[in-house]
Structure formats: C-alpha cells, structure tokens
C-alpha cells in the first residue's frame, strides 16, 4: 500500500496529482484550510477504485497547521510514502505595493512550510529506504520577480540540494516548475490573465502528467512543455535584466478579464 500526502490538495495543481495518484493505486492524505471542500474531494477520490482518502484541515501559513501535517508525517504507525508540497499563493503588485504581513505569510508557505514538512518526512523515507518528495516550485524561480520568485527560487535550490545529500538512499526529491497553468492561482490572487496569451497556458493534467514522468526518471527537476524549458534555458543567456523586464511585464501587469 502506497499512501501520499498532498498539500493545497482541494483544486488545481494539487487536485490533479490528488486524481492521478489515487488513480494509479495510492491512498491519499489530503490537506488544505477548507474543510468543506476537502470532504468533497475526498468523497469523490474515495470512488477511484476504492482508494482510502484522509482529510486533515490546516492552514500552513500558522503554526498551528504546519504543526498539525508535522505530525502526520512524523506518525510511524501510519507512513507517508510520497509528499507532495503544493500548497502556495500569489501575491497582485511590485515589492512595496504588497503588505509586508502579506509577504512574510508567503515566506510561511513557500519557505517553512516547505522546509519543515520535508523535514518532517524523510526520517521515516530514510528508515525505510524508499520515498518521494515533489515541490512545486515554478518557472518563476528562474527570474528576477520579487517575493514570489524569490520564495520559489528557494524551493529548487533546497530540494535539489536535499536530493543531492540523499543520493543513494533510495528516497527521490524533485522540484516542479510548471508555467502558467490553469488554475485557481490568478483569480485568488486578484490577477486578470486576458493579457496572456492562449499558448502560454498548461493544463493540470499535463502538468502533473510530466512531473510524475520525470520523477520516474530520476530527475530533481521538472519543467513540464518544450516552450518552459526553453524559457529556463533561455535565463542561463540573456541578461538578468532583460528576462526581469520581461517577467514583470507577463507577471504582474495583469488586466481585469
């Protein structure tokens, strides 16, 4: 029995592994802060062939939530095989417009959150020679774009350098940049997307699709579509400022749909 737990797990990115994994046989933890639409998630996962789903309500931008997942991963009566760290949020506006309350909770989720539960989990990975962790990261990782990219340009320097520590241990770690995708992620955040053109967009589905492709290949790092790759390639040539213009261009001056 394979059981994976998978964080902001009531839709997009999260919903889709959720799907995929209970599809290809796992149990399933999920955790986001809407108790109500994690039980009808779970309602829902529980008719893939009869998958055992879990709920387990917790806001990671506390304490309290963090705290709450630290200890189901932690709990060896009941072992995580695979995490999924996906839980995260955008924030609309350049560094100054935005809160400081607003980016310090970012670095909550993004960041701590992140660390602590891959922390909580690869004890019980180690001790049983086998485990996976995805966290999703983003293309935006790979340029100059504020809190936001600075927070997810963490995500892959830390998980490709746990996975390099771990080498041999028979526990697997993979940061997923994916790029625009379609998701949730714009409207909460308050971002119009009618600026964006229609190739630019993934879906879910073939997000995770590569992602899980790529994790079975051994790969600590996953950018699903040849145009994304390209865009990270692109970042290792040209100017550092060329590709900040450009990001915030796409990335923050939205208009309203």
């Known amino acids: 029995m394979t059981t994976s737990l998978i ?7 999260g919903a889709a592994f959720a799907r995929r ?8 933890v999920l955790v986001a802060r809407d108790g109500k639409r994690l039980e009808e998630a779970a309602a829902e996962l529980r008719t893939v062939r009869g998958r055992e789903v ?6 990671l931008a506390t304490e309290e939530g963090i705290s709450a997942v630290e200890r189901r991963l932690a709990d060896p009566a009941r072992p995580v095989d695979v995490l999924v760290n996906n839980a995260g949020f955008g924030n609309r506006g ?4 935005v809160p400081l309350e607003a980016e310090l909770t970012m670095l909550k989720v993004h960041v701590e959150a992140v660390l602590r539960l891959t922390s909580a989990a690869l004890p019980g990975m180690q001790d049983r020679g086998r485990g996976r962790v995805v966290n999703v990261a983003s293309v935006a990782a790979f340029l100059p ?11 892959v ?5 746990v996975a390099r520590d ?11 940049c994916p790029g625009f995708t379609r998701t949730e992620f714009h409207q909460r955040a308050g971002m119009g997307t009618s600026n964006i053109p229609g190739w630019a967009w993934l879906s879910v589905d073939r997000v995770v699709g590569e992602a899980l492709r790529d994790l079975a290949r051994g790969r600590t790092l996953s950018v699903p579509s040849l145009r994304y790759r390209a865009v990270v390639w692109l970042t290792r040539l040209v100017p550092p400022g060329a590709f900040g213009r450009a990001s915030s261009k796409a990335g923050r001056q939205y208009r309203t749909d």
């Open 7 to 13: 964080t902001g797990a009531t839709a997009g990115i």
């Open 21 to 28: 994994l209970a599809a290809d046989g796992h149990d399933l």
């Open 54 to 59: 879990e709920v387990l309500v917790a806001d």
């Open 94 to 97: 350049a560094f100054l417009e």
């Open 145 to 155: 774009r504020g809190t936001y990219g600075a927070s997810k340009a963490w995500v």
């Open 157 to 161: 320097s830390f998980t490709q350098g």
């Open 166 to 176: 771990l080498t041999g241990s028979g526990v697997q770690l993979m940061a997923l």
